[in-house]
């Protein structure tokens, strides 16, 4: 006891001996019945919950989750936005970082959470098993480091994500086998629930966030659905938002936040009302209209503590799926907060000026249903899976893996948002962008038209990126950096360009190793809307790649 005591007294005159803790997390990847929407199935689950256990930390502390796959499917785990500093073997994408780990193996993923604070989130990152295999990362600031922003009386995750009745793997494959798209989803989740839809027998009433009057709430939501961009609103209650992707923001005030794949938001919530219940929104946004989506509301209540579960809901009217002037002002809203205790250390300079088109395309298929396959790539390159991981054929310099010569831009030039090429072929290769430490990077990611425009969200691994620029139509490098934002650009690791148009992004290259960036609507990266950057070795002791831990899993 007297030990416990004094080992408390210490922490708290010593602060900083309080911080870097080590934490051990042990994610049992299991089948278990769920039952949603009228249906059951067997998903694959973390620890047999759905969404997953939060996993908590402080910045500072070293993460241990060892994963134990006890599933008959090969499974990894990403730890999304985690920066992975020399870390990559614990990045998780299948076949970049490591190789899978297969039924009855395991990995401990070891990484330290270096410079962020704020939501992340873990998931999957092989196949479609992300569907259910997900959960929210908090990272608490480090120890007595206050928010900058009023402390709230509590916080609350909210994971939104995407239900089918039938198993996502078969959705899939069936897919692949066909060369068409794979069918839509059959509801949108809140935490888990569907809430109340008129297409099912048996609806539930969905989750419910119980709040006190007169307090100021801190909601975490991610948004973890495979294929749709979700607004999010909530019944009467304004939302100010303080932070996406864990970095802090300019606070500002909206009636709906834009949330796409990977990304992540925090927002405060005032209970300003008296009591009532107050209904939670989560609809989709897709303003590419010959895209077929789930347009199911995700609903979920807010309920005053004390407020009868019968009492009248106060309801919210949610926007229509291509309200693109809402989704746009959303995004022109974000400025990273740019304090001097969080400045934006925004790239002045750029070594590497990549221009990426973004988008779909049509390869033959002999056994596909109209003899042709819908694809997707970046200039042109739909991305094919190596059988061994990259990062270690980088590191034991494995040859004929992959190669080096990913193009810097696209093959011919045209009119990428307009009329677009007669071919829509594209070209398969695992290829690579090799970059030397510490240069920086600018890549302007150009949408195209083909098929049909659609706000990608493209995810880096690895890194955060400044998103300096965005626009509609296509960019243009004679006008369009005149107006970018090398200030309080907002910084993230997931970006939503907007449909039928381009973002530019910087980052700085300081962290060796192999990095994915993709599109994160898993349908277009199953598609092939993929690639990766190699980034070198540094020559300071502290700028190369560790060597890879004793368990990384075997092809
Ligand atoms: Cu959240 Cu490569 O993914």
């Known amino acids: 006891m007297e030990s416990v005591r004094s080992l408390l ?40 919950q759905f969404p997953g256990p939060t996993l908590s930390a402080r910045e500072g502390d070293n993460v ?26 614990a990045d998780g994408p299948a076949y970049i970082t490591q190789c899978p ?6 990995y401990v993923y070891n990484f330290t959470l270096t410079g962020q604070r704020g939501t992340l989130w873990y998931h999957a990152h092989i196949l479609w098993l992300r569907a259910t295999v997900h959960g929210a990362i908090v990272i608490k600031p480090k120890l007595h480091v206050p928010y900058p922003f009023p402390n709230p009386h509590q916080e609350l995750v909210l994971i939104l994500g995407e239900w089918w009745k039938a198993d996502t793997e078969a959705v899939i494959n069936q897919a692949t086998k066909t060369g068409q798209a794979p069918n839509i989803s059959d509801a949108h989740t809140i935490n888990g629930h569907p809430g109340p839809i008129s297409t099912c027998v048996s609806p539930q009433d969905g989750y419910k966030l119980q709040v006190n009057r007169g307090k100021t709430y801190l909601l975490r939501i991610v948004n973890a659905a495979l294929n749709e961009d979700l607004f999010f609103k909530v019944a009467g209650h304004k939302l100010t938002v303080v932070e996406v992707d864990a970095v802090y923001t300019k606070p500002f005030i909206v009636d709906t936040v834009l949330i796409t794949p990977g990304q992540t938001t925090n927002v405060l919530l005032t209970t300003d009302k008296s009591s009532g219940n107050y209904l939670v929104t989560a609809s989709t946004f897709m303003d590419a209209m010959i895209i077929a989506v789930d347009n199911h509301t995700a609903t979920a209540t807010l309920q005053y503590k004390g407020t009868l579960a019968t009492s009248p809901l106060s309801t919210v009217e949610v926007p229509q799926r291509n309200a693109t002037p809402l989704a746009t002002s959303f995004a022109d809203s974000l400025r990273s907060l740019n304090s001097k205790t969080y400045p934006a250390n925004v ?123 965005q626009g509609v139509g296509n960019y243009d490098p004679k006008t369009s950096p005149s107006k970018f934002n090398l200030v309080d650009p907002i ?55 560790l060597p890879p831990p004793s368990d990384l899993p075997k092809c």
Not at 446 to 463: K, N, V, W, Y
Not at 505 to 530: M, Q, Y
């Open 347 to 469: 790239p002045q300079n750029v070594d590497h000026s990549l221009l990426f088109t973004i988008g779909l395309g049509i390869n033959p298929c002999p056994t596909c249903i109209n003899g042709s396959r819908v694809v997707a790539a970046i200039n042109n390159v739909s991305f094919v899976m190596p059988e061994m991981a990259l990062l270690e054929a980088h590191f034991f310099n494995k040859q004929g893996v992959f190669t080096t010569d990913f193009p810097g831009k696209p093959p011919v030039a045209f009119n990428y948002t307009g009329s677009g090429p007669t071919n829509l072929q594209t070209t398969n290769g695992t290829r690579l962008y090799r970059i030397a430490y510490n240069s920086t990077v600018q890549v302007v990611l150009q949408d195209t038209g083909i098929i049909a425009p659609e706000s990608h969200p493209i995810h880096l691994h690895g890194f955060n990126f400044f998103v300096v620029g």
């Open 101 to 106: 780990i297969q039924p009855g193996q395991s």
């Open 491 to 545: 910084e993230r690791n997931t970006i939503g360009m907007p449909s039928g148009g381009w973002a530019a992004i910087r980052f700085k290259a300081d962290n060796p190793g192999v990095w994915f960036l993709h599109c994160h609507f898993e349908v277009h990266t199953s598609w092939g809307l993929k690639m990766a950057f190699l980034v070198e070795d540094g020559e300071g002791a502290n700028e190369s790649l």
């Open 9 to 48: 007294l210490l922490i708290s005159l010593f602060p900083a001996i309080a911080n870097g803790l080590t934490r051990h997390y042990k994610f049992n990847i299991v089948t278990r019945n769920a039952t949603r929407l009228c249906s059951t199935k067997p998903i694959v689950t973390v620890n047999g």
């Open 64 to 89: 241990l989750v060892k994963v134990v796959n006890h599933v008959k499917y090969n499974v990894t785990i990403h730890w999304h936005g985690v920066k992975q500093i020399r870390t990559g073997w």
